[in-house]
Nanobody, 124 residues
Framework: QVQLVESGGGLVQAGGSLRLSCAAS????????MGWFRQAPGKERDFVAA????????AIANSVKGRFTISRDNAKTTIYLQMNSLKPEDTAVYFC?????????????????WGQGTQVAVSS
């Protein structure tokens, strides 16, 4: 049974930082791509970042480029999203997801496993 468990969300002031973690289990993810998406109230789920387990190549949304970094720890089968210089518009539920594609993809439809999400709130 595949499980993606996010952690690290919380409340932070604008300009602050948070690091999200996603622990993956239940299958071999070495050929997969892992991604982060976010969904604000009343809005669609948007792509944030993705990383290929095997190549380490990444993709980052323009809205967070230069502020957010995605990384992986192969030994722990965990991915991270380091979020710096947070803004109120970054407030959302952040979801971890896994895609069977080996390239870092930004498309929702390419991901077939999803975590439950972790709330990030940024106050002004």
């Amino acid at each position: 049974q595949v499980q993606l468990v996010e952690s690290g969300g919380g409340l932070v002031q604008a300009g602050g930082s948070l690091r999200l973690s996603c622990a993956a289990s239940g299958r071999t993810f070495s050929s997969y791509t892992m991604g982060w998406f976010r969904q604000a109230p009343g809005k669609e789920r948007d792509f944030v970042a993705a990383i290929s387990w095997c190549s380490g190549s990444t993709a980052i949304a323009n809205s967070v480029k230069g502020r957010f970094t995605i990384s992986r720890d192969n030994a722990k089968t965990t991915i991270y999203l380091q979020m710096n210089s947070l803004k109120p518009e970054d407030t959302a539920v952040y979801f971890c997801a896994a895609s069977p594609l080996s390239r870092a993809t930004s498309l929702n439809r390419d991901y077939n496993y999803w975590g439950q999400g972790t709330q990030v709130a940024v106050s002004s």
